[in-house]
C-alpha cells in the first residue's frame, strides 16, 4: 500500500515510525515531513494548509491511505477533500474537527450533554468581556475561541492581567481572528492527564494514558511551551479515574458528536484536569497530541495501520488494541531560547540509533541533518517501569549533540513522586 502522512513534527515521525511497522506497506510518502523524517518517509514539500494541493496530490499520485495528523488541515477539510477522491483517511472531516477548531463550539457541547468542564461564558464584545471579569474569582483563565498554536489560552492572577489579556486577544488580535472571540473560565486545579482515544464513532478505545510537561525550565517554571516532555503512563490515571473518564466524559463525547451530526472519526484527544470534583475536561484536540503521541505509539503493540483502517471503516470493535505493559519517556531536545528567540541551522550528530528519536524541527542540507526549529528532537526510550524510561531517555540525549542544545532535566520527576519515587 502507498500512505501519505500529512504534518510536519515530531508528532508525524512517531506516526511513520509506528506505520513502517506493518507488512501491508510498501511506500510512505510525508506532506511535508522534515530533514529527519526523511530517514523513514519520500518526503514532499508542500504547505499542508493548502489542502487543496494536497489532496490533488494524493489523487495524481495514487495514495491509497492517508493519515491527517495536524489541527490546521483538520479544521480546513483536508479528511473531506481526500474522501471526495476517494481516497480513505484516518482523521475527522472539518465538521467534526470543528470540537479542537472552535473552544466556544466544545464548551457549549460540553454543557448541552452534561460533560464535566470548568464553569465559562464565551464573549464576542470586549466590553461585555471586560465588565464580566470584575465579577469573577481570580485566578481566572481567557482563551482564545479558535486555533493559536497552543498558545491561545492565559492564566491571569489579577483583574488587571485578566483584562490586558482580554484586550490583547479581541484588541490587539495577538492571535488573530481566533481571538476575536474568547472564553472566560474558572480556574480548575489538580493534575493535569493526557487520554488520546481511537474512534470510529460507534467505538471508542483510550490509549494508555500519558503527562506532558508543558513549561519551559525544570520545577514547571518558565514560559509555556508546545511541550517539553511526556512520560505513558500518567500515574494519576488509575483504573477508577479511568472507568469514571470513560462514562461520564469518553462515551457521552462520542455520543454528542453522533447527535449533533458530526460523527467523529480518528484520533480523539482528552486534555484531562483531575479535581477535587472529579475529572474535567480542560481541551479537546481532534488529533493525536505532540508531544504525547511520542511516548503512546512506541508502547502500542497493535499494528497502528491496522487501527485504523478499522476506524475509517468504522469497524474498530473488530481491532484488539493493546499496549505494552512497560513505560516510555520522552525528552524534548531544544533549541536554547525556544519558545522565544533561538538560532538554527547547527549540525545534529548521534552516536545512538535514530529508533524513537523523533525529529521536530531539522533539514537535510548536503546530508547533514540541521537544526531547524524552536523544537528540534523528541528523544524516546521504552522499559519495564518509568525510572528505568527516564533514565534511558536521558542517556541517549547524551549521545545526541548540537550546538545551542536544551532540555529539561526533570522530565518523569512529577510522575514519579506520584509513584512515591525519586530520580
Ligand atoms: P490548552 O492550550 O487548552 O491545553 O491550555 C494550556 C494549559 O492551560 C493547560 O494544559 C492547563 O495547564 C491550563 N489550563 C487551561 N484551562 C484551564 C483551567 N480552566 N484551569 C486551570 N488551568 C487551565
Ligand atoms: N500536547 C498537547 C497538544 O498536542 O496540543
Redesign the pocket.
Known sequence: MKILVVGNGGREHAIIQSLKKSKKIKEIYAIAGNGGIANDAITVDMDVKDVQKVADWAEQNKIDFAVVAPDDPLVLGAVNLLNEKGIPCFGPTKEAAIIEGSKIFSKNLMKKYGIPT?EYETFSNMDDALSYLEKCDMPI?I?ADGLAL????I?AENLDDAKNAVKSMMEDKVFGASGSNVVI?????GP?VSVLSFTDGKTLVPMISSM?H?RALDDDKGL?TGGMGTVAPNPYYTNSVAKECMEKIFIPTMEAMNKEGRTFKGCLYF?L?LTPKGPKV??YNCRFGDPETQVVLPLLKTDLLEIMQAVAEERLAEVKVEFKKKSACCVIMASKGYPEKYDKGFEITFKTSRKNVFVAGAKLDGGKLLTNGGRVLGVTAVAYDLKKAIKKAYKKVDKIKFANAYYRTDIGKRALKAYGEKI
Open positions: 470548568a483563565v482563551k497552543g498558545k491561545g489560552v492564566i473560565e474558572e480556574f480548575l486545579t493535569e506532558d508543558k509555556n486534555g484536569m480542560i481541551e
